[in-house]
């Protein structure tokens, strides 16, 4: 059992734990000053899963191709590279950037959706950090 999933795992459920609790315990947020319209807002809230979409399965792409040949071939390391940025990284940027804008909705479901998806991203990013400092190191 390799511990450095585990403890990443177990990390981020604490770090989940106690941004939920300090999150309730908080007054409510007044409205931005420029706050996203409503139909921006949908978009944007819309957004994020597209991205994490992208990201999964290019994520499963690679794995499914590096079970088969356990290591890329030489001239196809950098394309390698150049693919897990386009659809892993960016998307994931972008989908975090759009769960900002939808969690500054007047709305206030459409808040709460967005503060869960920038919550969601970024434990998405940490594991997809991690995966690929264990999978594609």
Request: hydrophobic fraction near 55%; proline fraction near 10%.
């Amino acid at each position: 059992m390799n511990i450095l999933p585990v403890a990443t795992v177990v990390g981020l459920l604490l770090a989940a734990l106690l941004i939920a609790v300090f999150k309730v315990s908080r007054p409510p947020q007044p409205i931005p000053p420029n706050p996203t319209a409503p139909k921006h807002a949908v978009f944007a809230a819309c957004v994020p899963v597209v991205c994490a979409f992208i990201s999964f399965a290019t994520y499963k792409g690679f794995d499914l191709y590096l079970n088969v040949h356990l290591a890329p071939p030489k001239p196809l390391i950098v394309p390698m590279r150049v693919g897990w940025f386009v659809g892993v990284i960016a998307p994931w940027f972008v989908g975090l950037y759009f769960a900002y804008m939808a969690s500054r909705a007047v709305n206030k479901g459409l808040r709460a959706i967005g503060a869960l998806e920038v919550l969601t991203c970024l434990l998405c990013g940490s594991f997809l950090l991690s995966a690929s400092t264990v999978g594609f190191g």
